[in-house]
C-alpha cells in the first residue's frame, strides 16, 4: 500500500513516534512539547498528547488551523472538552493499539470478538490517517 503524506505529528513520544515511522522518509515535521505548529505546513496536525495537555496544544497552533486540521489521537472520551473548545466537529482516531515504549512497534488491539480490529478514524482527514495506520500494520475503520 502507498504511504500517504500527513504532517505533521503533534507530539514526540510513542504514537507520535510511531506515526512518524509509518510515513515517508522526511515527510512530517515533528512538533514537540512547547513548540509552536506553523500556519503554512500543509496536511493535518496529529494530535499525540495527553488530554492534560491539550489546551497547550491549542495555545500553540493557529487559530486558523483548529477546525480543518487537527486531527486528535485518543482512546478516551473527549466530547466535553471539544464543546468547550468549539471542535465538536473534530476529526479523532479512536486509537486501540497499544505501545509499550518508546521505539517499541504497536500492537493492534485486535480481539477474537473483533478480528478487524477497533481503532476508527473520524473525518475528513479519516482515510490519509487510516491509510497510514495501515501502512504501519494497523487496522483501521474510517467513518467520514
Do not use: H
Not at 495555545?59 to 466530547?79: C, H, I, Y
Not at 486501540?96 to 476508527?120: Q, R
Amino acid at each position: 500500500m502507498a504511504t500517504t503524506a500527513v504532517q505533521p505529528a503533534m507530539g514526540s513520544g510513542r504514537v507520535g513516534q510511531a506515526l512518524l515511522s509509518m510515513g515517508p522518509p522526511g515527510g512530517d515535521v515533528l512538533v514537540g512539547r512547547g513548540e509552536k505548529v506553523s500556519d503554512d505546513a500543509p496536511g493535518p496536525i496529529l494530535v499525540c498528547t495527553r488530554n492534560d495537555d491539550l489546551d497547550s496544544v491549542l495555545e500553540a497552533t493557529p487559530k486558523s488551523r483548529w477546525r480543518a486540521d487537527f486531527v486528535f489521537f485518543q482512546n478516551g472520551m473527549l466530547d466535553p472538552w471539544f464543546e468547550i473548545k468549539g471542535l465538536v466537529d473534530a476529526n479523532q482516531v479512536l486509537a486501540y493499539f497499544a505501545i509499550s515504549k518508546l521505539g517499541e512497534p504497536p500492537v493492534d488491539g485486535i480481539t477474537d470478538t473483533n478480528p478487524e480490529g477497533l481503532t476508527a478514524a473520524f473525518g475528513s482527514w479519516a482515510p490519509a490517517v487510516a491509510a497510514r495506520l495501515q501502512n504501519g500494520g494497523l487496522t483501521c475503520k474510517v467513518r467520514l
